[in-house]
Nanobody, 126 residues
């Protein structure tokens, strides 16, 4: 189960932070990703991390602005979003996949690769 918190409204240039708490899984490493979907657009990959190696992957549109971090004691993942732009306005989701090769994560990753999803959080940048 993935439970998201955070998000909301922010002015252009501002910052927000999401959290995604994972529970109920006791298996091995997995790819934890963040996606977003703007009205009328496809869901796109934003950022991901592979839990065993800690490697991080970012879509070109958010590199140098967004950053993933995690707290292993609480199994919580964070997406820090800085210097936000109106184009960042979307519904944001965290998602997990136990078998997707995280190193291939990019903006065009098929959401179907990820089986577990958070409930989604709206972000609006004005």
């Amino acid at each position: 189960q993935l439970v998201e918190s955070g998000g909301g409204a922010v002015q252009s240039g501002g910052s927000l932070r999401f959290s995604c708490a994972a529970s109920g899984y006791t298996g091995g490493a997995y790819c934890m990703g963040w996606f977003r979907q703007a009205p009328g657009k496809e869901r796109e990959g934003v950022a991901a991390t592979y839990t065993s190696s800690g490697e991080l992957y970012y879509a070109d549109s958010v590199k140098d602005r967004f950053a993933i971090s995690r707290d292993d004691t609480t199994r919580t993942f964070y997406l820090q979003m800085n210097n936000m732009k109106p184009d960042d306005t979307a519904m944001y989701y965290c998602a997990a996949s136990m078998d997707y090769p995280c190193r291939y994560f990019n903006a065009n990753v098929a959401p179907e690769h990820f089986l577990y999803w958070g409930q989604g959080t709206q972000v609006t940048v004005s």
